[in-house]
């Protein structure tokens, strides 16, 4: 009872001393009664019809206590107001209100001063989202603006900057703000030492770091600015170093920071407790019926005797649950335990695994293709709805997608199904257009200005077909090519396509226009393998032979040339555009003449590329490619149909007029050999540009009059060769490529190097 009645005093004096404060002046109006005026006093900054827009309480209406604490509710909803209290007086009219407010102070204006060399935008930048003209000011913004503008000066190596908030209140409520600076000096790491490690010099450990000593590079790359929280990163960093190198205990303790204000240099010292080194004693995995002990070996990098490394167990780890997530089982979960041995300093690991249920694949959804349509992209899927879940076909799934070329980005998202055995499937596309009309123009030593034009569309109407016109034109050529092709007939895995062209070159030894027409045939095998078979008619016109150059294959002459052209690709590249990891192989032949009509000859090729992961993104890629040709029943080998080399997409260094075979005035005929390697080293600067270093070897073989820089059959020995730089991105019109070669064996009258412009893929 004794507690109640001390509620209900404890209520009441609350309520009696709200009416006091709010309503003092309430003991002299009474309720009801008419309001004969409303006063707003002590505004300055806010206008009063805005205050007045949010008090009901109108002149002529009763007074009402419950109407006034509603207004002083929603006068506070601005936000602009600390204090608000209201008086009533009784006159012998009615009633006065008056409601008497206290604004919050705001930011006016705010100015920086002192520091002349960093402008102050940069700092404004650090500041603007809290200390802005209108906000409220509240005093931590003075302390927080401090701190954030030292940090910032922190970050750049001015480490004994000074940084001073005055403040001035001007009539209106506003704050002014005058944030003056004094910089300072800038202060460098001049040492980092590491105490303890006995096993890795300092030189060592300190690579594993981001934070650096200041080096005469510091200007490029911002070493030796001290930056606390990257620093704390580094610790880790050098911890993972040591459990990958075998020291499980491994203590990196916390830096000692010195600041030398008088030499204006840091000094990091960073102990560490090695503890001792551990290898790997016994490796147990536990396999059953969906996979087997020796599988999981298999895949598993960790051996008994290797120096113990937490990176390779991870590793392992996602080694194994990928084999389980390939029979279905999405949700296995691998469990890596240690056992240490002090006696003999080793770890004994066992690799208990939870397999879980198995999954099969609910709802496959596809979103953001506003363009292609659905089963343009479905058709690309290795799983379907209802189908056993399998990581390795999900991931096949998406690199397909991906090398359709008609998505800027490509995601692939699983999630728990409806049921406790499904899992969803939600691809998420970026379009990105893939109608292109493009004008462009470049300069070559061989063919001076080239002008090329395109309108394509690689995606037409969203059905997948391709529709392209090309023409280029040059000094030495004028090319226009027309073609269609429908990757997947009524999503079958056949390809059809259909071509007209008209080519007129010079390649100097003679003039070649070619009209003509094909088809083209073609099917998928496999996951990787596909086969083609192409037929094309060409209406030839050879001219420009000089009577005195005129051979059993070079002449001024009108032929016809009907072929089949059987082929067959491999190709396992992880992207078409940006390949880092894969293969591709092609062997192709032209067959021409006999019972199809026109010129008799034959052709082969062999061609291989394969593309390797390196490390810190540097990708390894090696292509080759061999061809041979001939005449039977009587025919030569065409001049048109035979070997040239040199230019950007083969022996970079070199032009058509340096390589293989020459006339008595040195001019390029061709030859009816060819090889050529080309290496290259490449770095990925971002997804759409790419950097490269690269060595060619090549040449064309073959009969002819001057053969001063090749033989007539294929010889290893007898190759020119060249190395040089390059970069290659993806531009809104297609890939684009430059490239500056230099040959290693310039001959008499040849440049010593040339430069290449390319458009489309890399070979």
Known sequence: MTNICRKLWSIFFAVAFFFALVLPGSLLAQEGETIRSVEIVGNKRVDEPTIRYYIKSKVGTPLSRSQIRRDIEQIYS??????????????????????????????????IEGDDKIDSIEVWKVIKDEVRRGATFHEHLIASSTDKISNFYHDKGYFFVKVKVDTKVTPENLVEMVIHIDRGDKVSIEKIRFFGNKHFKDKVLIDKMETKATSWLSWLDDSGIYKKDLLKLDMFRIETFYHDNGFIKVRVLDPKVDIDEKAKAIYINIPVEEGPQYRVGKVEVAGDETVSKEEIFKVIKIKTGDIYNVSLVREDVLNISELYSQRGYAYADVNPKSKI??????????????????????????????????????????????????????KRTKQRINNLQYFNDVKVDTRRGKEPDQIDITTTVTERPT???????????????????????????????????????????????????????????????????????DFFSFRSRNRGAGIRLGRILSEYESVALKYRFDDVLISGVDSAQETDFLRNEKRNTSRIAPSYTYDSRDDFLNPSNGWRHVIKSDIAGGPLGGTDFVKFGYEVIKYTPLFAGLVFAAHAEVNWADGYSGDTLPAFERFFMGGPSSLRGYTVRDVGPKDSSGNPIGGNQSLLFNLELQYPFTKAFRGFLFYDRGNVFGSGPLLNTTVRHMDLGEMRSSFGAGIRFLSPFGPIGFAYGIKLDPKEGEKKAEFHFSAGSAF
């Open 435 to 505: 109608g292109t009309i493009s004008v462009g123009a470049g300069f070559s030593s061989v063919e001076n200005l080239i002008f090329n034009a395109s309108i394509s569309q690689d995606n037409l109407f969203g059905t997948g077909k391709k529709l392209k016109f090309i023409t280029q034109l040059s000094s030495i050529r004028s090319d226009f090519d027309l073609s269609y092709t429908d990757p997947r007939i009524f999503d079958s895995e056949i390809l059809f396509g259909a071509d007209l062209f008209n080519t007129d070159q």
């Open 341 to 394: 041995n002090e006696e003999d300093k080793t770890a004994d690991m066992s690799l208990e695994v939870d397999k879980g249920r198995q999954v099969y694949v609910g709802e496959v959804t596809i979103l953001g293709n506003t363009r292609t349509r659905d089963n343009v992209i479905r058709r690309e899927f290795r799983l379907k709805e209802g189908d056993l879940f399998d990581s390795e076909k999900l």
């Open 78 to 111: 601005l936000n602009q107001f600390k204090d608000i209290q209201v008086e009533t007086h009784s006159t012998p009219d009615g009633v006065q209100v008056v409601f008497r407010v206290e604004e919050i102070l705001a930011i006016g204006d705010v100015r």
